[in-house]
């Protein structure tokens, strides 16, 4: 018996456990099986998506049923069982004669029963039921209220079913995106959106002017929205100019550089401008620095030397914040933050740094 198979259809042993309960083992149908499951298609009657935090997505059949037939990739039996820990969502069939299948998911494996399958297939299936449930979130009508947060500024506004479904449309025009390359933070102030559909609480996270996530489980969706709706929500939560004598003002920050001092970074020099993920990223740190816990004098652990100095340039103005394990001090005032220099240094790590400006 073969343990790998092709097949021109895709992953035709899965669908054929999918649709009527096949054996689990991989063999490859022969042409009558090949045609009793598309003839067998049509008995799947519902299908959705459960999340590991209990929430249930219906998902529409009739794209989930077209698409099981264009499924492609190899797929393998594996020894290794999908770690629950590993399992993004659940998806649940229902069919005509069949009782329901349980399909527990990940991004390199999948989990049928007690047997797990892996390859190209498998992260196949996990890109297109993750493209299904991106169809499906804002496919309600209506909903009853959103309360809008802009996190950076520690503003909020509810707002009722109207404007609440004014925004909502910006998201049901939005086209679903596979996960960036590379993380995007949250641009400032960090709009969040908390709609209340009648039957639950959806968050979406404003990440730039065209790109919003939701927040799904273990899973983050993406999408790609019109930049009407960041101008509608400045109409509604405006930009506020930040503090000059506070963290805050970092966010207007138009370049970075991090001058290492001890051995453990490496220089980096970034214009804010020459990518939107540098500038969420240099939005993030100053997050970091805000949540720091304002200090009566120099810490005892500030004797020694700083990890390295972050240089901000904001306008005409040079801002140097040097760094420490727990602390940072800024303008002549100092601050705790438990791990600060680490995760500062994580941030920077999460994108290639541009080459160096001589």
Same mark, same amino acid.
């Given at each position: 018996?073969?343990?790998?198979?092709?097949?021109?259809?895709?992953?035709?042993?899965?669908?054929?456990?999918?649709?009527?309960?096949?054996?689990?083992?991989?063999?490859?149908?022969?042409?009558?099986?090949?045609?009793?499951?598309?003839?067998?298609?049509?008995?799947?009657?519902?299908?959705?998506?459960?999340?590991?935090?209990?929430?249930?997505?219906?998902?529409?059949?009739?794209?989930?049923?077209?698409?099981?037939?264009?499924?492609?990739?190899?797929? /393998? =039996?594996?020894?290794? %069982?999908?770690? $629950?820990?590993?399992?993004?969502?659940?998806? +649940?069939? &229902?069919?005509? #004669?069949?009782?329901?299948?349980?399909?527990?998911?990940?991004?390199?494996?999948?989990?049928?029963?007690?047997?797990?399958?892996?390859?190209?297939?498998?992260?196949?299936?996990?890109?297109?039921?993750?493209?299904?449930?991106?169809?499906?979130?804002?496919?309600?009508?209506?909903?009853?209220?959103?309360?809008?947060?802009?996190?950076?500024?520690n503003i909020s506004q509810f707002s009722q079913k109207q404007e609440a479904n004014e925004l909502w449309e910006f998201l049901r025009s939005g086209e679903y995106r596979e996960k960036p390359g590379n993380r995007q933070f949250p641009l400032y102030p960090y709009y969040r959106l908390k709609f209340d559909t009648g039957?639950?609480?959806?968050? /979406? =996270?404003?990440?730039? %002017?065209?790109? $919003?996530?939701?927040?799904?489980?273990?899973? +983050?969706? &993406?999408?790609? #929205?019109?930049?009407?709706?960041?101008?509608?929500?400045?109409?509604?939560?405006?930009?506020?100019?930040?503090?000059?004598?506070?963290?805050?003002?970092?966010?207007?920050?138009?370049?970075?550089?991090?001058?290492?001092?001890?051995?453990?970074?490496?220089?980096?020099?970034?214009?804010?401008?020459?990518?939107?993920?540098?500038?969420?990223?240099?939005?993030?740190?100053?997050?970091?620095?805000?949540?720091?816990?304002?200090?009566?004098?120099?810490?005892?652990?500030?004797?020694?030397?700083?990890?390295?100095?972050?240089?901000?340039?904001?306008?005409?103005?040079?801002?140097?914040?040097?760094?420490?394990?727990?602390?940072?001090?800024?303008?002549?005032?100092?601050?705790?933050?438990?791990?600060?220099?680490?995760?500062?240094?994580?941030?920077?790590?999460?994108?290639?740094?541009?080459?160096?400006?001589?």
């Open positions: 018996m073969e343990k790998l198979w092709r097949i021109r259809l895709g992953l035709m042993c899965l669908v054929c456990l999918i649709l009527y309960g096949c054996s689990a083992n991989p063999q490859k149908p022969n042409a009558a099986e090949r045609n009793l499951i598309v003839q067998n298609v049509d008995s799947v009657e519902k299908v959705s998506v459960l999340t590991t935090e209990g929430q249930d997505i219906p998902l529409d059949v009739k794209d989930f049923s077209r698409g099981l037939l264009e499924l492609e990739g190899e797929v /393998v =039996t594996t020894d290794q %069982p999908l770690p $629950v820990k590993d399992v993004k969502f659940s998806l +649940i069939v &229902y069919r005509a #004669v069949e009782a329901p299948l349980i399909i527990d998911v990940g991004e390199n494996v999948c989990r049928i029963g007690e047997a797990s399958y892996s390859g190209p297939g498998a992260r196949n299936f996990y890109s297109w039921v993750r493209e299904l449930i991106g169809a499906a979130l804002f496919q309600q009508d209506q909903v009853e209220s959103v309360d809008i947060v802009a996190s950076d500024l039957k639950s609480i959806m968050e /979406v =996270t404003v990440l730039t %002017p065209a790109l $919003v996530s939701v927040k799904m489980g273990k899973e +983050i969706i &993406y999408y790609h #929205v019109s930049g009407q709706m960041f101008a509608w929500l400045t109409g509604k939560l405006p930009l506020q100019p930040p503090d000059e004598e506070t963290i805050h003002m970092l966010f207007k920050a138009s370049g970075v550089k991090l001058l290492p001092v001890g051995r453990t970074a490496e220089a980096v020099d970034w214009k804010v401008a020459d990518s939107i993920v540098q500038q969420g990223i240099v939005h993030q740190v100053v997050r970091v620095l805000q949540h720091g816990t304002a200090l009566p004098g120099k810490p005892a652990q500030a004797a020694n030397r700083a990890e390295y100095v972050l240089r901000f340039t904001v306008g005409e103005k040079v801002t140097d914040v040097a760094v420490y394990e727990h602390a940072f001090s800024l303008g002549g005032s100092w601050y705790e933050r438990q791990d600060a220099g680490r995760d500062i240094l994580a941030l920077f790590g999460t994108f290639e740094q541009p080459k160096k400006s001589s």
